[in-house]
């Protein structure tokens, strides 16, 4: 069935070009100017001078260069009865037609009745710990759920998705909504452990059992006995390392380095990376008998440049947190907002969290003010403009010279330093990451700001 088309003036035949013809102005109008977007029930009406269309079930009203005030009158014009009322704009709830357009509807179907929901009310926050989980997108909402679900019942997972996309959160809520929540949960991230020691620290180690070991020690895999432990980037791993893995996880008997004698422990593991699995296995770079173990279910992120309306939501987040620690109320101004979703982040959670803080020391609020597109990073704040040269044209080899030598500083920038996630970030080789930093004379004032 066609939905019906409430044109902007003259009347039209029911149809689906009109639906169409709002999101593209919506589209427009989201990247250029300031604008909200209104839903309400289908059966709530609508003025015919409106740019406004019936969606599915709800009327969308778009309100060209109107802020959040101007909306919520026109929303509650629209309640009453059972009847709610969601609104977003744009750039502030995203800059992606589709995005903005979503949102207002979310808040709709949230809003209780008779009452006017904003987007920014609408996240799921999720508390895990001392940490908490926000939602925003439905992808995001989904894995949860399914995390949720599969807590109950303990089973290995494997959660994939590209690094810094939010892993470790998700692993953190299928412990804490799990039986084991007030057992440990103990974390390893296998891609920061040196090959040497990564046997000591999974299994522990007998006294004298090698040069240092003063005193016994338990390993992870012993100390997350009855709990949960979360094994990040297991990719990472040695085949030797997986190997002894797959014994433990199979006998449930954990050897320490220099002991003869088993420890009987009872383990739980979750897994996480962001390769695929299946192709390492294919490759011959990842045990298929380890894989099957820990792939009993598997859990599956996004990149944040996927899921605008977490980027909306997780900016909300931080700047919250900045401005409950600074005691006053720090908000962002268009063109900063335009420039975060416009943004691809490669580096994902992890570097939207370092831009924002970023941008929150280098505007050094005292008081209620906003964060201007001059306070972000460099890469964000003024991207490389185009230019034409007549006389004196580079060659190609020093272009990408150039383009290399400014990705491996964001790179840098983004992973705070550490080389061989820097080169990970940019996929670049790393022995050709660390040859390039002194061929281009790369420093830590670049990357530092110092």
């Known amino acids: 069935m066609t939905e019906p088309c409430l044109p902007r003036i003259v009347p039209a035949p029911d149809t689906d070009d009109q639906p169409s013809h709002l999101l593209r102005r919506l589209d427009e109008l989201a990247r250029s100017s300031t604008v909200a977007v209104v839903a309400a029930p289908a059966a709530s009406g609508h003025h015919r001078d409106e740019l406004a269309a019936v969606i599915g079930n709800h009327v969308v009203i778009v309100l060209a260069a109107a802020g959040e005030r101007e909306a919520i009158a026109r929303a509650q014009q629209l309640t009453g009865g059972d009847r709610g ?58 894995a949860y759920d399914l995390a949720r679900r599969l807590a109950r019942f303990g089973i290995p997972v494997t959660i994939c ?128 008998d380890l894989w099957y173990r820990l792939g009993v279910a598997r859990i599956d992120l996004a990149p944040l440049c996927d899921r605008p309306r977490d980027l909306a939501a997780l900016v909300r987040y931080f700047l919250h947190e900045a401005s409950a620690r600074a005691g006053h109320a720090i908000a962002l101004a268009p063109a900063t907002a335009r420039a975060l979703f416009a943004h691809r982040w490669p580096g994902n959670v992890r570097e939207l969290r370092h831009a924002v803080d970023f941008a929150i020391a280098a505007a050094a609020v005292e008081g209620d003010g906003e964060l201007l597109l001059e306070h972000l990073p460099a890469a964000l704040a003024a991207p490389p403009r185009r230019r034409v040269r007549i006389l004196g044209m580079q060659s190609i080899a020093d272009e990408v010279a150039a383009l290399e030598r400014t990705r491996m500083i964001e790179g840098l920038m983004v992973c705070g330093g550490n080389q061989s996630k820097a080169a990970a970030l940019i996929r670049m080789p790393l022995r050709s990451f660390v040859t390039k930093l002194k061929r281009y004379a790369i420093a830590e004032r670049d990357w530092n700001g110092d």
């Open 85 to 142: 009322a969601g609104v977003a704009v744009a750039p502030f709830d995203g800059t992606d037609g589709s995005a903005v357009l979503e949102s207002a509807r979310v808040a709709c179907d949230r809003a209780a009745p008779g009452a006017v929901l904003c987007a920014r009310e609408a996240t799921t926050r999720l508390e895990l710990g001392t940490r908490v989980a926000i939602m925003g997108d439905d992808s995001t909402a989904r």
């Open 161 to 288: 998705g590209p690094t810094g996309s939010g892993k470790d959160l998700i692993a953190a809520a299928l412990h804490h909504l799990s039986a084991r929540a007030s057992r440990p949960f103990v974390a390893l991230n296998c891609a920061a452990i040196p090959e040497g020691l990564a046997e000591a620290e999974l299994f522990g180690h007998a006294k004298g059992a090698f040069t240092g070991a003063a005193a016994a020690r338990a390993g992870l895999l012993e100390a997350s006995s009855g709990g949960t432990l979360f094994l990040d980037e297991i990719g990472e791993l040695s085949p030797a390392m997986q190997a002894r893995l797959l014994r433990v996880i199979e006998n449930g008997i954990v050897h320490r380095v220099g002991e003869t004698s088993g420890r009987p422990i009872e383990l739980h593991v979750i897994a996480a990376t962001h390769r695929d699995l299946a192709e390492e296995v294919a490759a011959g770079r990842f045990r298929k």
